[in-house]
């Protein structure tokens, strides 16, 4: 028996010890399955989130376990409440540290599209200079609706390539371009 | 309480007082002159009796169309040894006048007066910082003046170095 | 970056020309001790801080223009978020300065929930703060355990007023809706509950050994120094100085109600954890003296020109049809004048300065937040300690950044 027929057939030469597939399922089921967030918390959003984070709504079990406030270490990063004029050129720092693969989660009205403050210290919704996977409702949003979205945001990768990926990173890119070239000051 | 203060600053600061007018509020008013402010906190400071020697607020009000001169900047002193009551000062000015800093008499009025310059444009004399403190350092125009728009001018120029992402980064 | 480098020149009269040895740090504003958005430029020596900057206005949210924009109902979506850990607080701090300024009297029942309120959100805000403290200094279990119980005073604010932190609680002239039958027993409960959690959290931090050596005589301030900033609220009690508004200028029913007023001696982070640790402890006996009487009555006062009618009433009868109509289209009609009126939020005195012209909305709302006058005194705090003992002392302080930029 060759190597070749051991391997097509693994149930039933070795048992239930080897299994079979290609390496980006396997790179994709890991990376879903341990995401950790870079929490952004601004405002009341943040507060929503310690909920999420501690007893009663654990994220934990659903692998994002650590934390963690060094971008360089984080997969995700989640903007959690109002981003203003004056903090913008810090999260675009952040976004810019994260190594790749990165995604972003936008967390509650403030950060989606200003929310309430239609006000002149307000950037109305993050999409004007990040691109953003995830958009959650809500002000602030309930921890069962961030869990939902970091459940949704599994699903996405575990089913979508690196490939795919860096082709939607660059359209979005483009898309961001394009709105924001009338408004340039020269 | 009121009278107390009337006769204080009646009989040794009366240069100072700017206009006798009754406000329909809670708390005491008075009005002083801009160059008056110093010498009159420290005396309701200083005076064993009446000892106003907690500064609660320091805020400003824009009267545009309603009254003249257009600023009002409020001082609001608290005298925890009677009874906690408080008064009020106000200084009218123009747009442009400077106005003394207390910050020699109460050192917690460094960054109230320096949001009121933030925000409506009124500068302090003797002030140690005299900088914007809550808007962004490139930020133009005064926001809570009467004639700026709650929405803002368009204030995409306070990060037009974000707005174009580029594609190696 | 273009933004550090703005920072950087703006202090160039400060920091120009330091000395050998000494580095220049930026703790920027997105950092671990996830205390809100606060940055602070610091001077080193080694590890003594020297020199120190604070820099805020990263969350401002311009309420006070806002407030020139809405009506006396519709402002308390702002207040909302502006002390986002103890909202209701917040709320009736704005709701009994309207209803002063117009001079309403509601009935007991509505004041009796009101401080009912008032004293769970001070236990809920004091939990955050005392919890976040101990990760800060790396001890993760105490805020686990109360975040437990905090949960269980959400679900009781929730069932009262629909929501769990972005409240909206009460309207001018009484409460939005009545209280629901099981109010007073659920209240026990979490009362009940929360004694021995208190205790427990007692025994796992506050009493400590580490605790105690890490967090004495660290970040400390004279009382002289205190009252000059114009502290209010645990940070000042810390000191000394046995201020506090519900026993100065009384409000609602807290002069015939009895409960002490912790004390601290020297300001340090240890004092204000001990105050905070007691005032919890006084607010339980606070609710447990009223929630056994709230009175029957009505849940708002008579007002037809302010409070909306029910709204039932409104499909079926016309009067009630016309007062509704009135009172959303032109807003309630409140007399023209000024108001200033302080109640005790969780931080300290939080005022609000009602300017009115007799319109809908008012001319100008001022807000005295606490955060705003004693976060000033922060760089004398820290100057000739350690940076770890800085991040110790800007916990223990509770400063949240939606107040502070307002």
Same mark, same amino acid.
């Given at each position: 028996?060759?190597?070749?027929?051991?391997?097509?057939?693994?149930?039933?030469?070795?048992?239930?010890?080897?299994?079979?597939?290609?390496?980006?399922?396997?790179?994709?089921?890991?990376?879903?399955?341990?995401?950790?967030?870079?929490?952004?918390?601004?405002?009341?959003?943040?507060?929503?989130?310690?909920?999420?984070?501690?007893?009663?709504?654990?994220?934990?079990?659903?692998?994002?376990?650590?934390?963690?406030?060094?971008?360089?270490?984080?997969?995700?990063?989640?903007?959690?409440?109002?981003?203003?004029?004056?903090?913008?050129?810090?999260?675009?720092?952040?976004?810019?540290?994260?190594?790749?693969?990165?995604?972003?989660?936008?967390?509650?009205?403030?950060?989606?599209?200003?929310?309430?403050?239609?006000?002149?210290?307000?950037?109305?919704?993050?999409?004007?200079?990040?691109?953003?996977?995830?958009?959650?409702?809500?002000?602030?949003?309930?921890?069962?609706?961030?869990?939902?979205?970091?459940?949704?945001?599994?699903?996405?990768?575990?089913?979508?390539?690196?490939?795919?990926?860096?082709?939607?990173?660059?359209?979005?890119?483009?898309?961001?371009?394009?709105?924001?070239r009338p408004l340039i000051i020269k | 309480m009121k009278e107390k203060v009337e006769?204080?600053?009646?009989?040794?600061?009366?240069?100072?007082?700017?206009?006798?007018?009754?406000?329909?509020?809670?708390?005491?008013?008075?009005?002083?002159?801009?160059?008056?402010?110093?010498?009159?906190?420290?005396?309701?400071?200083?005076?064993?009796?009446?000892?106003?020697?907690?500064?609660?607020?320091?805020?400003?009000?824009?009267?545009?169309?309603?009254?003249?001169?257009?600023?009002?900047?409020?001082?609001?002193?608290?005298? #925890?040894? /009677?009874?906690?009551?408080?008064?009020?000062? %106000?200084?009218?000015?123009? +747009? &442009?006048? !400077?106005?003394?800093?207390?910050?020699?008499?109460?050192?917690?009025?460094?960054?109230?007066?320096?949001?009121?310059?933030?925000?409506?444009?009124?500068?302090?004399?003797?002030?140690?910082?005299?900088?914007?403190?809550?808007? #962004?350092? /490139?930020?133009?125009?005064?926001?809570?003046? %009467?004639?700026?728009?709650? +929405? &803002?001018? !368009?204030?995409?120029?306070?990060?037009?170095?974000?707005?174009?992402?580029?594609?190696?980064? | 970056?273009?933004?550090?480098?703005?920072?950087?020149?703006?202090?160039?009269?400060?920091?120009?020309?330091?000395?050998?040895?000494?580095?220049?740090?930026?703790?920027?504003?997105?950092?671990?001790?996830?205390?809100?958005?606060?940055?602070?430029?610091?001077?080193?020596?080694?590890?003594?801080?020297?020199?120190?900057?604070?820099?805020?206005?990263?969350?401002?949210?311009?309420?006070?223009?806002?407030?020139?924009?809405?009506?006396?109902?519709?402002?308390?979506?702002?207040?909302?978020?502006?002390?986002?850990?103890?909202?209701?607080?917040?709320?009736?701090?704005?709701?009994?300065?309207?209803?002063?300024?117009?001079?309403?009297?509601?009935?007991?029942?509505?004041?009796?929930?009101?401080?009912?309120?008032?004293?769970?959100?001070?236990?809920?805000?004091?939990?955050?703060?005392?919890?976040?403290?101990?990760?800060?200094?790396?001890?993760?279990?105490?805020?686990?355990?109360?975040?437990?119980?905090?949960?269980?005073?959400?679900?009781?604010?929730?069932?009262?007023?629909?929501?769990?932190?972005?409240?909206?609680?009460?309207?001018?002239?009484?409460?939005?809706?009545?209280?629901?039958?099981?109010?007073?027993k659920e209240v026990k409960m979490v009362v009940k509950g929360l004694r021995p959690?208190?205790?427990?959290?007692?025994?796992?931090?506050?009493?400590?050994?580490?605790?105690?050596?890490?967090?004495?005589?660290?970040?400390?301030?004279?009382?002289?120094?205190?009252?000059?900033?114009?502290?209010?609220?645990?940070?000042?009690?810390?000191?000394?100085?046995?201020?506090?508004?519900?026993?100065?200028?009384?409000?609602?029913?807290?002069?015939?109600?009895?409960?002490?007023?912790?004390?601290?001696?020297?300001?340090?982070?240890?004092?204000?954890?001990?105050?905070?640790?007691?005032?919890?402890?006084?607010?339980?006996?606070?609710?447990?003296?009223?929630?056994?009487?709230?009175?029957?009555?009505?849940?708002?006062?008579?007002?037809?020109?302010?409070?909306?009618?029910?709204?039932?009433?409104?499909?079926?009868?016309?009067?009630?049809?016309?007062?509704?109509?009135?009172?959303?289209?032109?807003?309630?009609?409140?007399?023209?004048?000024?108001?200033?009126?302080?109640?005790?939020?969780?931080?300290?005195?939080?005022?609000?300065?009602?300017?009115?012209?007799?319109?809908?909305?008012?001319?100008?709302?001022?807000?005295?937040?606490?955060?705003?006058?004693?976060?000033?005194?922060?760089?004398?705090?820290?100057?000739?300690?350690?940076?770890?003992?800085?991040?110790?002392?800007?916990?223990s302080l509770n400063v949240i950044a939606g107040e502070l930029d307002c």
């Amino acid at each position: 028996m060759g190597l070749t027929d051991v391997l097509s057939k693994p149930g039933q030469a070795l048992g239930d010890m080897v299994q079979v597939t290609n390496l980006d399922a396997v790179v994709n089921w890991g990376q879903s399955y341990s995401l950790w967030p870079y929490p952004f918390a601004t405002a009341c959003c943040g507060i929503e989130f310690m909920g999420t984070a501690c007893s009663d709504n654990d994220i934990a079990r659903f692998g994002a376990e650590r934390p963690s406030f060094s971008p360089r270490q984080a997969d995700m990063i989640l903007v959690l409440g109002t981003i203003t004029y004056k903090m913008a050129p810090v999260l675009r720092e952040i976004y810019d540290q994260l190594s790749e693969p990165k995604y972003v989660i936008s967390v509650g009205a403030c950060a989606s599209s200003g929310g309430m403050f239609d006000t002149y210290g307000v950037v109305q919704g993050i999409d004007r200079f990040l691109p953003v996977d995830i958009y959650i409702p809500g002000c602030p949003p309930r921890p069962e609706a961030i869990m939902d979205a970091l459940l949704k945001l599994q699903q996405k990768v575990k089913t979508q390539g690196l490939e795919n990926r860096r082709q939607e990173i660059k359209r979005k890119i483009e898309e961001i371009n394009e709105r924001n070239r009338p408004l340039i000051i020269k | 309480m009121k009278e107390k203060v009337e006769t204080l600053l009646n009989t040794k600061l009366s240069k100072y007082i700017f206009k006798t007018e009754t406000v329909s509020s809670n708390i005491p008013t008075f009005f002083i002159k801009s160059e008056g402010i110093v010498p009159v906190v420290g005396a309701l400071k200083e005076d064993p009796d009446l000892k106003f020697d907690f500064l609660n607020d320091l805020t400003a009000i824009d009267w545009l169309g309603k009254k003249e001169p257009r600023f009002e900047i409020c001082y609001l002193l608290k005298s #925890p040894k /009677n009874k906690h009551s408080r008064i009020m000062l %106000k200084v009218p000015v123009e +747009e &442009g006048e !400077g106005i003394p800093s207390i910050v020699s008499v109460f050192k917690g009025a460094n960054w109230p007066e320096r949001e009121i310059f933030d925000l409506f444009g009124l500068e302090f004399i003797n002030h140690p910082m005299m900088d914007r403190i809550i808007l #962004p350092d /490139n930020f133009q125009g005064h926001p809570l003046r %009467k004639d700026y728009p709650l +929405e &803002g001018f !368009g204030q995409d120029y306070l990060i037009s170095d974000l707005l174009q992402i580029h594609k190696e980064d | 970056m273009a933004m550090y480098e703005k920072t950087a020149s703006r202090f160039k009269g400060k920091f120009d020309n330091l000395p050998e040895g000494h580095l220049l740090v930026n703790l920027g504003p997105s950092h671990p001790a996830t205390h809100g958005i606060l940055q602070n430029v610091v001077q080193l020596d080694g590890e003594r801080i020297v020199e120190a900057e604070a820099i805020i206005g990263y969350v401002h949210r311009c309420f006070e223009k806002l407030g020139e924009r809405y009506d006396y109902n519709q402002f308390l979506v702002c207040t909302d978020r502006m002390n986002y850990v103890s909202t209701p607080l917040n709320n009736i701090g704005w709701i009994l300065t309207v209803e002063h300024l117009m001079q309403i009297e509601v009935p007991d029942r509505v004041t009796y929930v009101r401080m009912i309120i008032s004293e769970l959100s001070r236990i809920m805000d004091h939990i955050i703060c005392q919890g976040i403290l101990g990760v800060d200094l790396g001890a993760f279990s105490g805020m686990l355990h109360m975040f437990h119980h905090r949960e269980n005073i959400y679900t009781i604010i929730e069932k009262l007023t629909g929501a769990r932190l972005t409240t909206t609680f009460c309207r001018v002239g009484g409460m939005e809706r009545d209280i629901y039958p099981e109010f007073a027993k659920e209240v026990k409960m979490v009362v009940k509950g929360l004694r021995p959690a208190l205790d427990e959290f007692n025994d796992l931090l506050i009493r400590n050994k580490i605790f105690n050596e890490r967090t004495d005589g660290i970040g400390g301030i004279s009382a002289e120094d205190a009252l000059a900033y114009g502290f209010s609220g645990p940070n000042l009690r810390a000191t000394g100085v046995d201020h506090d508004v519900r026993k100065d200028t009384p409000y609602m029913l807290y002069d015939k109600v009895d409960f002490d007023i912790p004390v601290g001696e020297d300001g340090s982070v240890l004092h204000r954890c001990l105050v905070r640790n007691e005032e919890m402890y006084q607010s339980l006996r606070i609710i447990e003296q009223l929630v056994d009487s709230i009175p029957e009555g009505k849940y708002h006062a008579n007002l037809p020109h302010a409070f909306l009618p029910d709204k039932q009433k409104v499909y079926s009868s016309m009067e009630e049809l016309i007062y509704h109509f009135k009172i959303i289209m032109h807003g309630v009609k409140v007399p023209p004048g000024e108001y200033y009126m302080a109640t005790e939020a969780a931080n300290g005195e939080l005022g609000f300065y009602i300017v009115s012209e007799g319109e809908k909305s008012p001319w100008r709302v001022h807000v005295r937040r606490p955060c705003f006058w004693y976060y000033q005194a922060f760089p004398q705090m820290v100057k000739g300690g350690l940076l770890a003992d800085s991040i110790a002392t800007m916990s223990s302080l509770n400063v949240i950044a939606g107040e502070l930029d307002c």
